[in-house]
């Protein structure tokens, strides 16, 4: 699987948007990208994945550039509650699927 | 409530005991997963299994054992061959078979001190 950098910490006032980046430059054609996040001493969240297009859900949304090579997670309206590690990770899935994460970025979110 | 289940939150061990970690999930799920994330670090795949009865070592598989007989329950063995055992253990379960894409779910985790 590719791997994936990500800034180590960000910050974020609350009420504003949060642009959490990520570059995966080897990726395949084949690969997914997928956001998790990991409040502290809690198993990770799923936030959202995507392939070639932009996708949104209601917790967030995925920016993927055309070339794929890198990603931007945003959450538009930023919350105490969203202060947390952010896992980028890509995967293609099939037979062998599974994930590995890296350090993440902690976003913090202040008041 | 659908979800993944794993307990105990916190366990605590003699050094040199084996200590089995509970993972059980009602989302009827094919795969189910086993991570180790140590602090300030990323998880680490100890072990996974796609179906019953089946199951595939991870990155570091070395002093875990696991057992598949049962579709709900994945169970985790931290044997006393693991050397550095203390770390937050989570579970997670995929549902799709062998499809793509498919998301990964995760349990609360259980964190596990020897002493």
């Known amino acids: 699987d590719a791997k994936t950098t990500q800034p180590t910490s960000m910050d974020c006032a609350e009420g504003r948007a949060a642009n959490l980046p990520c570059n995966h430059s080897?990726?395949?054609?084949?690969?997914?990208v997928y956001w998790y996040r990991q409040i502290h001493s809690q198993g990770p969240q799923y936030i959202i994945h995507g392939l070639k297009n932009n996708e949104t859900n209601e917790m967030a949304s995925l920016i993927i550039t055309e070339d794929r090579k890198s990603s931007t997670l945003i959450l538009p309206h930023a919350t105490l509650r969203d202060t947390a590690v952010y896992y980028c990770?890509?995967?293609?899935?099939?037979?062998?699927?599974?994930?590995?994460f890296g350090k993440g970025t902690l976003l913090t979110v202040n008041p | 409530d659908g979800g993944i289940t794993q307990s105990p939150k916190y366990l605590f061990r003699k050094e040199g005991q084996n200590v089995t970690l509970s993972c059980e999930q009602n989302l009827n799920h094919d795969a189910m997963y086993w991570y180790r994330q140590d602090p300030g670090q990323g998880l680490r795949l100890i072990y996974y299994s796609q179906i019953v009865n089946d199951f595939q070592k991870g990155d570091i598989a070395e002093g875990y054992s696991v057992s598949r007989e049962k579709k709900e329950s994945f169970p985790l063995t931290v044997t006393s061959a693991q050397k550095n055992p203390t770390a937050f253990y989570l579970c997670a379960s995929r549902g799709g078979g062998l499809a793509t894409s498919d998301t990964q779910y995760f349990g609360p985790g259980t964190r596990l001190t020897v002493l």
């Open positions: 990770i890509v995967s293609s899935g099939g037979s062998n699927y599974k994930l590995t």
């Open positions: 080897t990726i395949s054609g084949n690969e997914y």
